[in-house]
């Protein structure tokens, strides 16, 4: 177990990760895993029409990048019991293919929960772009494992 207990998070504590680019494969794999097919990120034709001129990724596909890469720190690797809510999440500025996501989280509360063996973190999180643009932001609240007696 390398991630840290819930005694070991402190508010205020901020972590980074490292970033991932997001691919044209990423969007339709994501797609395919969720049917979600809209044009706006499958049809370039269609897409040059809009706003955007171009495909956007999923935002959920955002979101779930940047969970990746929080897990990714190793700061919850075995620690983590379970992600209780995501809340207040607002979905900024699209990311398109050939960006790079990155996060960056920063406890905000805690809250111990010794009657189960862990407490609650809530952490505010921003997904940014390569040009540290934040595209996506919110709150999680995080279920982690209290250090062993």
Known sequence: MTGLYFEEFSVGQTIETVGRTLSEDAIFTFAGLTGDYNQIHTDAEFSRR????????????????????????????????????????????????????????RITEIKALPRIGAGALTAQVEARNQNDEVCQRGLLNLLVLSKPS
């Open 50 to 105: 809009t706003q955007f001129g171009q495909r956007i990724a999923h935002g959920l596909l955002g979101l779930s990048i940047a969970v990746g890469l929080i897990m990714r720190t190793g700061k919850l690797e075995g620690t983590v019991l379970a992600f209780r809510e995501i809340n207040e999440w607002k979905f900024v500025k699209p990311y398109f293919i050939g960006d790079t996501v990155h996060a960056v989280l």
